[in-house]
């Protein structure tokens, strides 16, 4: 009886042990790319909270608060996003909306672990932060990537918390380079295109290769996309977070390089034949892109290893470009391409009242009330709309103008745009004007 009891027992463990066989075998015949890298990088995919106070004002709901005009009202307003760790330290790379106007923030790692975290710094125009915390001790990293050798196919893995649903992953394939789109009122130039679901909530998780390296990082500004998704290229976040990291703001870089709409009719005088580029009207003497070579005339086809549109294209890709980062051009010159590299530098200050001249047609000086203008340009914009010496300017974009410091930050800040929003004071009216920049 006892021997029989051993034999079954030792088939019963030879079962045992040809099904956990089985079952490892089939696991690792199921294995592929996406499962290593997903565990490879997860836990350095960390998912974000924040908090905003949101201040408004109720409806009087009875005669008695009719009679005071209401009350404000202060409420916290939750959001969710995810991010990225980038360094050992605990350096976390975001979206700049996911942490827009937060009030508070706490990250939550891989492990559990939820930890406070401050903005060292972040960007509207390339929708671009750096988030900080402290772990006490090494946490878990991603690898930033290269972008510019992406290839249109390649399969592409998002990680993120979509609508809050922590770790999702999403696969596809990287489906279009260089996207530009509109959304919230700004342009964004750029992207990647993938179609990997990208839904509210994957904000600031990485795009990642099939070597697990961070390509992009995910962005759902974009809310009317159906079944495509946008994420900013590494090699973008990278200059970026640099600035960001050092400054905690992108210097306003300057070329010194004026450009206009290039018609075909112009294109072909200039020995071109294609649809798109910009036509260099002027270039700053003594500036970067004079040093550079380049010259009035010149068509720019390409910045770095992207096609540019227009004249509006070419602006807005140089936002992403900090100031002391090389930034490669292809121009073509009576027909004959040529690449030229210019060094950007930080927008000198001195310029910038003859910008406010050149383009607004006013010269300020401060005063104790505030920036009164001195000079209006006969046709000028300003001029145009009724501005007059005497005036005070009290805004520009809504920042208010408390010293000439202060306002050649602002005119500086706005170049890159196509108008400026004025608050000018006469006696004891304001009115807003939006006048063409």
Same mark, same amino acid.
């Given at each position: 009886?006892?021997?029989?009891?051993?034999?079954?027992?030792r088939?019963?463990n030879?079962?045992?042990?040809?099904?956990?066989?089985?079952?490892?075998?089939?696991?690792?015949?199921?294995?592929?790319?996406?499962?290593?890298?997903?565990?490879?990088?997860?836990?350095a995919?960390?998912?974000?909270?924040?908090?905003?106070?949101v201040?408004?004002?109720f409806?009087?709901?009875?005669?008695f608060?009719?009679?005071?005009?209401?009350?404000?009202?202060?409420?916290?307003?939750?959001?969710l996003?995810?991010?990225v760790l980038?360094?050992?330290?605990?350096v976390?790379?975001?979206?700049?909306h996911?942490?827009?106007?937060?009030?508070?923030?706490? #990250?939550?790692?891989?492990?559990?672990?939820?930890?406070?975290?401050?903005?060292?710094?972040?960007?509207?125009e390339?929708?671009?932060? &750096?988030?900080?915390?402290?772990?006490?001790?090494p #946490?878990?990293?991603?690898?930033?990537?290269?972008?510019?050798?992406?290839?249109?196919?390649?399969?592409a893995i998002?990680?993120g918390s979509?609508?809050?649903?922590?770790?999702s #992953?999403?696969?596809?394939? &990287?489906?279009?380079?260089?996207?530009?789109?509109?959304?919230d009122?700004?342009?964004?130039?750029?992207?990647?295109?993938?179609d990997?679901?990208?839904?509210?909530?994957?904000?600031g998780?990485?795009?990642?290769n099939?070597?697990?390296e961070?390509?992009?990082?995910?962005?759902?500004?974009?809310?009317?996309?159906?079944?495509i998704g946008?994420?900013i290229?590494?090699?973008?976040?990278?200059?970026v977070?640099?600035?960001l990291?050092?400054?905690?703001?992108?210097?306003p870089?300057?070329?010194?390089l004026?450009v206009?709409?290039?018609t075909?009719?112009l294109?072909?005088?200039?020995?071109w034949?294609?649809?798109?580029?910009?036509?260099?009207w002027?270039?700053?003497?003594?500036?970067?892109?004079?040093?550079?070579g380049?010259?009035?005339g010149?068509?720019?086809?390409?910045?770095?290893?992207?096609q540019?549109?227009?004249?509006d294209?070419?602006?807005s %890709?140089?936002?992403?470009y900090?100031?002391?980062?090389?930034?490669?051009?292809?121009?073509?010159?009576?027909?004959?391409a040529?690449?030229?590299?210019?060094?950007p530098?930080?927008?000198?200050?001195?310029?910038?009242?003859g910008?406010?001249w050149?383009r607004?047609?006013?010269k300020?000086k401060?005063?104790?009330?505030?920036?009164?203008?001195?000079?209006? %340009?006969p046709?000028?914009p300003?001029?145009?709309?009724?501005?007059?010496?005497?005036?005070?300017v009290?805004?520009?974009?809504?920042?208010?103008?408390?010293s000439?410091?202060?306002?050649?930050?602002?005119i500086?800040a706005? %170049?890159?745009?196509?108008?400026?929003?004025?608050?000018?004071r006469?006696?004891?009216?304001?009115?807003?004007?939006?006048?063409?920049?």
């Open positions: 009886m006892g021997s029989l009891l051993v034999d079954s027992a088939a019963m030879h079962v045992m042990l040809l099904t956990v066989a089985l079952f490892t075998s089939d696991l690792q015949s199921r294995r592929d790319v996406v499962v290593d890298v997903v565990q490879k990088v997860s836990p995919v960390v998912y974000i909270g924040t908090v905003q106070v201040e408004s004002r409806r009087p709901r009875s005669p608060e009719e009679l005071f005009g209401g009350a404000d009202e202060r409420r916290a307003v939750e959001g996003g995810t991010g980038v360094d050992p330290s605990g976390i790379i975001t979206n700049e996911v942490v827009r106007g937060a009030s508070e923030i706490h #990250v939550v790692l891989a492990d559990g672990r939820q930890l406070d975290a401050e903005v060292v710094g972040a960007d509207a390339n929708d671009l932060a &750096v988030v900080r915390i402290n772990p006490k001790g #946490v878990p990293f991603a690898k930033l990537g290269i972008s510019s050798d992406l290839m249109i196919g390649e399969k998002a990680i979509p609508f809050g649903l922590k770790k #992953v999403t696969v596809g394939v &990287v489906s279009a380079l260089g996207r530009s789109f509109k959304a009122g700004r342009t964004y130039n750029d992207f990647i295109q993938t990997a679901s990208i839904n509210p909530g994957n904000s998780g990485p795009l990642l099939i070597d697990g961070v390509i992009g990082i995910n962005s759902a500004i974009f809310s009317g996309a159906q079944g946008f994420a290229p590494a090699d973008k976040v990278r200059r977070i640099a600035e990291s050092q400054y905690g703001k992108v210097r870089a300057w070329v010194g004026e206009q709409p290039l075909s009719e294109g072909k005088r200039l020995g034949d294609r649809t798109y580029g910009a036509l260099v002027n270039v700053e003497a003594g500036s970067p892109a004079e040093q550079a380049v010259q009035r010149d068509i720019v086809t390409q910045m770095g290893t992207t540019l549109e227009d004249a294209d070419f602006q %890709r140089l936002k992403s900090p100031a002391k980062t090389p930034l490669p051009l292809t121009l073509v010159r009576n027909g004959q040529l690449n030229v590299v210019v060094t530098v930080e927008f000198p200050p001195r310029l910038a009242e910008l406010a050149d607004l047609g006013l300020l401060a005063t104790q009330l505030g920036m009164q203008v001195i000079a209006v %340009r046709g000028s300003s001029n145009r709309v009724g501005i007059e010496a005497g005036d005070m009290v805004r520009l974009n809504n920042q208010p103008l408390t000439l410091d202060v306002f050649k930050d602002a500086i706005a %170049r890159g745009g196509k108008s400026v929003l004025l608050l000018v006469r006696g004891r009216a304001g009115y807003y004007l939006t006048l063409p920049f």
